[in-house]
């Protein structure tokens, strides 16, 4: 079971991601993950991708690829995986399809979790942080006892800057212009599966348990 979870910053699919790799018991793995693992234990990919990093520069598409498809040929992705956040652009997706196919293998599913971006940019323009103690709140599912006011702490809860609604649409444009080609690749190669992103967290799950079959 070979998947790749698709969707916009915010529509939940970290969340599923995770909750399918526990269903299943497969590894969720997520291209954050492998840097800080690769570089935490020195490893040669990680060495490389770090010098990126420590320059503020993306990682490139091979390099990226490289480590993502080092960390599948461990004997816990045996029974299959899932990718959360990797890949991002065609050249990744191609780059993954050709390494696979070396082992023999291919991706079974690509599982698009679909929201409206004004959907999102609700979502996101909702939530609140404590300036003091961090904890986080949203307007409208999990709102403060006193407005503007953390119940743990009692300082004051914040809109953060990258949950404003320009910079939330800024970072869903470019989502689309990098991710929309990736979704037509899939469906092209018929693996492609949507589910609706906007309702409840357990509702989606189901609705990916299904695509999946228990
Ligand atoms: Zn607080």
Do not use: W
Request: net charge neutral.
């Amino acid at each position: 079971m070979k998947i790749i979870m698709l969707g916009a910053p915010g529509a939940g699919k970290g969340t599923q991601a995770k909750q399918i790799a526990e269903k299943y018991s497969i590894p969720h793995i997520s291209t954050g993950d492998i840097f800080r693992a690769n570089i935490k234990n020195g490893t040669e990919l990680g060495k490389k991708a770090k010098t990126y990093m420590d320059q503020g520069l993306l990682v490139p598409d091979e390099l990226t690829c490289d480590l993502v498809v080092d960390r599948i040929k461990q004997d816990d992705c045996k029974k299959g995986f899932i990718l959360d956040g990797f890949p991002r652009t065609i050249p990744q997706a191609e780059a993954l399809d050709a390494a696979l196919s070396k082992m023999g293998e291919k991706m079974d599913y690509a599982i698009d979790v679909d929201v409206p971006d004004e959907n999102i940019v609700r979502r996101m323009g909702g939530r609140r942080v404590c300036l003091n103690c961090g904890a986080t709140y949203h307007i409208v599912s999990i709102p403060t006892k006193v407005e503007g006011i953390c119940d743990k702490c009692g300082s004051e809860v914040v809109l953060r800057d990258d949950d404003k609604p320009e910079t939330v649409q800024k970072r869903l444009s470019v989502y689309h212009e990098q991710t929309q080609p990736l979704i037509d690749y899939y469906n092209r190669q018929g693996i492609l599966k949507t589910v609706n992103g906007t309702r409840p967290l357990e509702e989606v799950f189901a609705d990916i348990v299904t695509i999946l079959g228990a």
